[in-house]
């Protein structure tokens, strides 16, 4: 167990500090979120521990276009293929996506009420949240499928709601959040975001459109990503939960006046 926490901590915050540095965020938070993965195993020795973040955030309706610009013609041609050196001296190639990195090292400066520039505009969130934790069962179980062969549907839905309690925890069997508001494909939508990968860390990215419908008193308090749209009641389809996230701090929204969205990065910890 030492030995697994040890590779773990060192790679998050050695490995992806070259990229993204998280504000706010310990060794010790980390070290909490696995040591919670480790005692749900029960014994089973772990070989793969999947860690999120999730962003939730809002913008002014001005600042849109400029977010959209970003995410259409940076963000989804961005991914490249480097060369890069492993331990045992060989090289191969990794797939990257440095405009997806770019995006995350905004949102930190923004987590930090810092305001960046894109396209020459000065720009900073109305308000942003930040949540760590672990990913649900459901996602765990798509990724034991793929190891076999079996389908694995591409987790390309986001999904906003304001039912939960702000603070509060998901649990490791959640399937739904527990008021959904909204649920967009990132890859289809005009502006709807981008799915990328960076090495061994996933991003999903969701821009909501103004006209999301406004959130109930305080606002959005959780998200999540689908690999399906929304069934109808009633209705035999299944979807999988690959992230659910409940935030401290509530983002308001007012259909019309501003655009909610939200990003999550799950990142692989192997053992």
């Known amino acids: 167990m030492f030995l697994l926490l040890y590779l773990i901590l060192n790679k998050f915050f050695v490995l992806q500090t070259e990229q993204v540095v998280l504000n706010g965020v310990t060794k010790e ?11 749900n195993f029960k014994g089973i020795k772990p ?8 962003y939730l955030y809002t913008f002014a309706k001005e600042d849109i276009p400029f977010i959209n610009k970003y995410i259409i013609e940076e963000m989804r041609t961005g991914d490249i293929q480097v060369p890069e050196e492993q331990e045992d001296g060989t090289t191969r190639l990794i797939w990257r996506n440095p405009k997806m990195v ?11 009420n810092q305001t960046v520039e894109i396209y020459g505009k ?11 934790d672990r990913v649900p069962n ?3 179980e798509k990724v034991a499928r793929s190891f076999t062969g079996q389908d694995f ?8 709601g304001d039912g939960a309690s702000a603070g509060t925890n998901p649990s490791p069997g959640d399937t739904d959040l527990f008021h959904e508001v909204a649920r967009i494909n990132v890859t289809s939508e005009d502006n709807g975001g981008d799915l990328s990968s960076d090495g061994n860390t996933f991003y999903s990215v969701a821009a909501f459109d103004v006209d999301t419908p406004t ?26 939960m690959g992230d659910h996230s409940i935030f401290d701090d509530p983002i308001p929204h007012t259909s019309g006046s501003d655009a909610p969205g939200c990003t999550v990065f799950i990142y692989c910890c192997g053992s």
């Open 29 to 39: 938070d980390i070290q909490r979120i696995i040591k919670d993965a480790l005692d």
């Open 215 to 240: 959130s109930n008193s305080p606002g959005f308090t959780e998200s999540a990503i689908f690999d399906k749209d929304k069934p109808p009641t009633g209705s035999l389809i299944v979807d999988s």
């Open 102 to 112: 770019q995006w995350h090292n905004w949102l930190e400066l923004w987590c930090m």
């Open 138 to 140: 459901e996602c765990l």
């Open 122 to 132: 000065k720009i900073k969130p109305l308000k942003i949240t930040r949540s760590i």
């Open 153 to 160: 549907n591409t987790m390309a839905f986001s999904a906003i």
């Open 47 to 54: 070989r793969l521990i999947l860690l999120d973040g999730s």
